[in-house]
């Protein structure tokens, strides 16, 4: 009977840390652009950029929006890396 107590409460210990595992989530390394430009509201690629860094993840442009966005001049653009959420599967 002790032995089996221990089982089940190894069982919840384990099911109480996966929850909290799935509550904190996990996070990985995705590609991104950090774009600044030297005046506020410069578009390019279809997008406003101002004199504050904004970073986009490269899954959210497509290829041409990449190449005109590092091919501005005007633009400061340096390529990062950003944390970003997985959903833990179900």
């Known amino acids: 009977m002790a ?3 221990a ?3 190894a ?3 384990a099911e109480k840390a996966a929850a909290a595992q799935k509550a ?3 996070t990985v390394k995705v590609p991104a652009l950090s774009v ?3 005046r506020e509201g410069f578009r390019r690629a279809g997008r406003a950029w101002g004199k504050e860094a904004t970073v986009v993840k490269l899954s959210e442009l497509s290829k041409e929006q990449i190449k005109q966005i590092k091919g501005e001049a ?3 653009v340096t390529e990062v890396e950003i944390d970003e959420e997985i959903a833990a599967a179900e």
């Open 24 to 26: 904190a989530g996990k």
């Open 7 to 9: 089982g089940a409460a």
């Open 11 to 13: 069982k919840a210990a």
């Open 36 to 38: 600044v430009s030297g």
């Open 3 to 5: 032995k089996e107590n």
């Open 74 to 76: 005007l633009l400061g």
